[in-house]
């Protein structure tokens, strides 16, 4: 049977079989899905006063005085979808999707499709809503709400209602219409806070006896929640002023913000002694201790660099006294809106004079409240000043508050905060020992599955050098994928019922991907290079372990002969002889870290910039020591005072220069921190770094002899496959005055010729050595010679 169109909307048409209004573009869709299904249809129509339709997001202006708020109430529809559904402008509409059910004020949309449903997105990303959505009238079906119990759905949420949360809930939500299931979102002083509504009641008034009924509880309502739905399923409630609201507890938040932010100190190890000290300064000012009428500073501040535990200890105490904190983060206190942060950080500080006794716990302070400087913002200035207003009227109560702090950057911290009366208790959380990472290694691996002996973490613990308390984490955490890895591998099938256990071999390859953080920046990759790669030079080697080994694995011997390991190496000779080779395999061997400077990085041409960097390679070697610094050519930059053209004042040498003398034998101690400089022309190095507490050592790396000449002929030819008629005693005779590189460069040639005469060639002969000594010749010229003699007489 021909469908019929409807006269006075001629865009429409009425399906005589099944009575559904739809548009004349979906005729074809209709007829072949006679009747609609009417849980998962494919084009929209109206049955039974319902529009069945796709949800859109409303892109258009708001209506003429109309709020953002009032906006998110509303849904727009068609003015023939409200006549033929019965609705008019203003009424409150059911909005039902296959997972949630929604009451909205019906208002007209400007768009020229008749049967579209548009919602605000913020209300369509607050609910979820997808796909297929149902409009129709809520009329007739709606109580007044007695009172509404709602719990935390999101981050930010409150777990308890106080007087300005529940007024800003009934002036927010008064006349709205809600039903159980409903999600409410709340702005609260720049904080999005989302609730869902999980009970409700309704004063139902009689002659004869008042009773309060309460809907069922929030499962039974979610099973109300379905496409079908008609009004007389779910009730809805209407919120009045009189409307009470009530958060209700939920256990289950609130244990996980505990296990969020609540540490034990028997879980932090090796900073006993630092917990104890701040422990000390909290029992007296929380007044726990009988000093008197004497008022003590209030602050505490913890630095130190990043990831090494200072909000975990912090934390950790905090939760030891079992008191009321609050935690303050930048991100929670900056707005775009002036005077918003002030106005925060005033009701934080007032909260907390009405719950003594409690601790504020303000996160990165250099970035909630930066040095003065005249960049400065001023946001920056007025939460400064509001800050250092509250610590001085701190100072003069009796108040049992005591606030902490934490940064990373203690320099960028402005000093009129860091005086007495203020945070004059400064403790730094120092980059652990090697004693310290073995008790943090002990504590975390007491969680994790493992076969590690003691000798085991032992050895770790003395591999990790400049590891913080999160670089060892990030080091359980790839030696545990390791396991799995290493578990997949064997039973790809049933890993789950096999337990995860790590083991040594785990950590090892840990070990080769998990740097110190604050070495990241920095990072070199230093090619693996052992000493058994390198021929000869054995009284070289003996002096870099004396450097860089002995002070690692034997400082009580210092200690013992009253002495300070050398501070620096310098190695010289001709080109070649494997002085930046022997840095790499000293890199390798002492497992600490190693920090390459190379010197055209330096050079800046802007004032100050070039003694910055030199600054910067040894505050973060200090930050990772033990480590070593190596500056190949050192003449580039330790160049000899007043050798250099121009005005030797404004030189930038002559200024990296003085800025790598403080840094060697300046005010800020070194610490187990290593230079290791490479020249080829000591000569041109100014005296004063050559001097004893500088480059204390200074070794010769001489042409090899004929026993290095031939470990190197026989560490090269290994790797070769040559015939029975090279001989290596030959090869060491001929080769008296060759480099070690140029005796690599002999070997390499000899290949060569070998190829060359043949690309499947498989042996290198004689012969191809011969000419390969014809070619490379010795390069390092008599002069070279004599001025390295003479250098060394002249030190000696």
Same mark, same amino acid.
């Given at each position: ?88 402008? &203003?009424? /409150? ?34 609910? $979820? ?52 299931? $409903? ?15 999980? &009970? ?32 007389? $399923? ?21 244990? *996980?913000?505990?296990? =969020? ?30 000093? +008197? ?99 001085? *009227? ?25 005086? /007495? ?10 980059? /652990? ?82 740097? /110190? ?81 190379? +010197? ?77 400089? &490479? ?36 560490? =090269? ?5 040559? &015939? ?73």
């Amino acid at each position: 049977m021909t469908p019929k169109a409807r006269k006075s909307l001629s865009s429409l048409t009425t399906c005589e079989k099944c009575q559904c209004i739809y548009g004349q573009n979906d005729v074809t869709l209709h007829e072949s899905n006679c009747p609609p299904s009417f849980d998962n249809w494919n084009h929209s129509f109206i049955f039974n006063d319902t529009l069945h339709s796709t949800l859109e997001v409303y892109k258009a202006p708001a209506p003429t005085n109309i709020s953002t708020q009032d906006l998110n109430d509303m849904v727009f529809v068609s003015q023939t979808v409200m006549q033929l559904c019965n609705i008019a402008i &203003a009424d /409150p509409v059911i909005i039902a999707t296959k997972n949630s059910i929604l009451v909205k004020i019906a208002w007209l949309a400007n768009d020229k499709s008749l049967l579209s449903v548009s919602l605000p997105k913020s209300t369509i990303e607050l609910n $979820n809503l997808k796909d297929l959505i149902k409009v129709q009238s809520a009329k007739g079906n709606i109580s007044v709400a007695k009172e509404f119990t709602v719990k935390c759905a999101g981050k930010h949420a409150l777990l308890h209602m106080s007087t300005d949360l529940e007024i800003l809930f009934k002036n927010s939500n008064e006349g709205k219409i809600f039903c159980v299931g $409903n999600k409410i979102s709340i702005s609260y002083y720049g904080r999005k806070m989302v609730y869902v509504i999980v &009970a409700a009641s309704e004063q139902i008034v009689d002659h004869n006896d008042d009773t309060t009924h309460v809907d069922d509880d929030l499962l039974t309502a979610f099973n109300r929640l379905h496409l079908n739905t008609d009004k007389s $399923n779910v009730k809805y409630y209407k919120a009045l002023y009189s409307t009470k609201w009530i958060i209700q507890n939920d256990v289950s938040i609130t244990e *996980e913000e505990q296990k =969020k932010v609540k540490y034990k100190i028997e879980d932090i190890g090796g900073y006993n002694d630092l917990i104890a000290d701040i422990k000390d300064v909290m029992d007296i000012a929380l007044n726990k201790c009988n000093i +008197g009428d004497f008022f003590i500073g209030k602050g505490i501040l913890l630095y130190g660099t990043p990831g090494v535990g200072k909000s975990m200890i912090a934390n950790a105490i905090i939760s030891d006294y079992n008191i009321k904190c609050f935690i303050v983060h930048s991100s929670d206190i900056y707005s775009k809106s002036m005077d918003e942060a002030e106005k925060k950080l005033k009701d934080i500080f007032t909260e907390a004079k009405d719950n003594t006794p409690c601790i504020i716990l303000l996160e990165d302070i250099d970035t909630l409240c930066p040095k003065r400087i005249s960049s400065s913002t001023d946001q920056g200035r007025r939460v400064l000043a509001t800050i250092t207003s509250f610590f001085d *009227e701190l100072q003069n109560t009796k108040d049992n508050i005591i606030v902490m702090a934490t940064t990373s950057r203690i320099e960028f911290v402005d000093v009129s905060l860091r005086r /007495p009366g203020r945070i004059d208790k400064e403790f730094e959380v120092y980059v /652990p020992l090697q004693s310290t990472r073995l008790e943090i290694l002990s504590k975390l691996l007491k969680r994790i599955p493992n076969t590690l002996l003691q000798q085991d973490l032992v050895n770790i613990s003395f591999s990790t050098h400049g590891f913080v308390g999160a670089d060892i984490y990030g080091l359980c955490s790839h030696a545990l994928m390791a396991a799995v890895k290493r578990q997949h591998s064997i039973n790809v099938t049933d890993t789950k019922t096999n337990e995860i256990i790590v083991t040594i071999d785990d950590f090892n390859k840990a070990l080769t991907v998990t740097k /110190p953080s604050a070495m990241k920046e920095i990072l070199v990759e230093v090619p693996q290079v052992r000493w058994s790669d390198i021929g000869g030079q054995r009284e070289l080697k003996l002096k870099l372990k004396q450097s860089i080994e002995w002070p690692l694995r034997h400082p009580e011997a210092f200690t013992r002969m009253g002495i300070t390991p050398p501070r620096g190496v310098l190695m010289f000779g001709p080109p070649g002889c494997s002085k930046t080779m022997i840095a790499k395999a000293l890199a390798t061997e002492s497992k600490v870290n190693f920090l390459n400077i190379r +010197g055209p990085e330096l050079f800046s041409k802007w004032v100050g910039e070039s003694e910055k960097a030199v600054r910067d390679v040894f505050h973060k070697a200090r930050q990772v020591a033990p480590s070593i610094i190596f500056i190949d050519e050192i003449d580039a930059l330790g160049g000899e005072r007043g050798s250099s053209s121009g005005n030797s004042g404004n030189n930038v040498e002559q200024r990296v220069l003085a800025q790598l003398l403080t840094e060697l034998d300046g005010v800020t101690a070194l610490g187990n921190v290593t230079l290791v400089a &490479a020249t080829n022309r000591p000569d041109k190095i100014d005296k004063a770094l050559l001097r004893p507490g500088r480059l204390d050592r200074i070794i010769y790396v001489k042409l090899p002899d004929c026993q290095t000449r031939q470990e190197i002929f026989e560490i =090269k030819l290994k790797k070769m496959p040559i &015939a029975e008629d090279v001989n290596i005693l030959d090869l060491v005779e001929l080769t008296e005055g060759y480099s070690g590189a140029e005796i690599q460069a002999i070997c390499h040639e000899a290949a060569m010729n070998s190829l060359e005469e043949n690309l499947d060639a498989a042996i290198v002969t004689k012969d191809h050595f011969k000419v390969a000594l014809s070619i490379v010749t010795p390069r390092t010229p008599t002069s070279l010679i004599q001025l390295y003699e003479n250098y060394i007489n002249k030190v000696h």
